[in-house]
Every structure is written in C-alpha cells, then in structure tokens.
C-alpha cells in the first residue's frame, strides 16, 4: 500500500515488520522519546513480533541515496474485547507528510478485521500535542485510572 502525503510530498508503503528491522524501529521509538529506562524496546518489539506478527507495522520511504528507510511504526494488540495501539512513531524528518494518519488508519482497520469493537491507547498526560493529534483523529480521553503490574523485569 502505498500513500502520497497531502501536506509534504512523501511516498511510503506500510507492511508488517520483521527481524531485520528491530534495529531500525528501535532506533525511532528512541528517537521519538517512546522509550523508558524500565522497559527493553528490543524484547517488546520481539514479543510483538511473536505474538501480533500481523499488528506490528512500518511505514517505509524509498530514500534514493539511501533506498528504503523505516519512517514510522505502530504495534497493535487484540486480546478479544478490547484493541489496544503502541509505539506510534513517524521520523521527525518526515513529520506532516501523514505517516501517523496512515498507520492508524491501517491498524483500526486490520483489528476492525478481527472482529475489534473498541481500540484504546495510553498517551502520557503532558504530550499535549500527541493529544491534540488522537483528539483530531476522533479518540476522546476515557477517565480512567491505568493501573500495572510488572511479571517480568526487562
């Protein structure tokens, strides 16, 4: 699937992720701000890998100089009742050129697929402008209190 941006001239393809591009995706979510110190991107990007393989996405951009680039990503989890989404992230590079439009879009669609009635997310409370952005794309923040329990220490 390929996607032309509307605000800047970017042309890039979604499909799922593999192996080879753990490296890669990391790399983003680190240059994004998407990781923390408690959590290892590298085994969450393998246990999605394991678990959703159809869920964990990129978006990719033929660069001529440097041919295709991983340009954003986005991982989906279905456990039966509810959708959940995770590691949104498009390059700073490649901003405004509608890579986090896209790969929602194709993730609400693929769980939509599975028979997925609501999807959720988690944004932390102070990243007003992520919120700004799900606020544009219809998600509306549930009061709700998000409570954890770490079973296995990255």
Not at 31 to 57: I, S, Y
Not at 130 to 152: P, T
């Amino acid at each position: 699937m390929c996607r032309e941006a509307r605000r800047r001239r970017v042309t890039f393809a979604i499909r799922p992720l593999g192996d080879a591009d753990a490296d890669a995706a990391v790399a983003l979510w680190h240059e994004v701000g998407l990781t923390r110190p408690w959590n290892d991107p590298h085994a969450d990007f393998a246990r999605a890998l394991a678990t959703w393989p159809e869920l964990l996405l990129g978006a990719f951009a033929d660069e001529a100089a440097d041919g295709e680039v991983l340009v954003g990503t986005v991982l989906g989890g279905y456990d039966g009742h509810r959708g959940w989404v995770y590691y949104l992230a498009s390059a700073p590079s490649h901003r405004g050129a509608g890579i986090g439009r896209a790969l929602m879009a194709e993730i609400e669609r693929r769980l939509e697929a599975q028979g997925c009635p609501k999807l959720q997310l988690m944004v932390r409370s102070d990243n007003t402008s992520v919120l700004a952005f799900y606020d544009h794309l219809g998600y509306a923040v549930n009061e709700v209190a998000v409570l954890g329990k770490r079973l296995i220490a990255d």
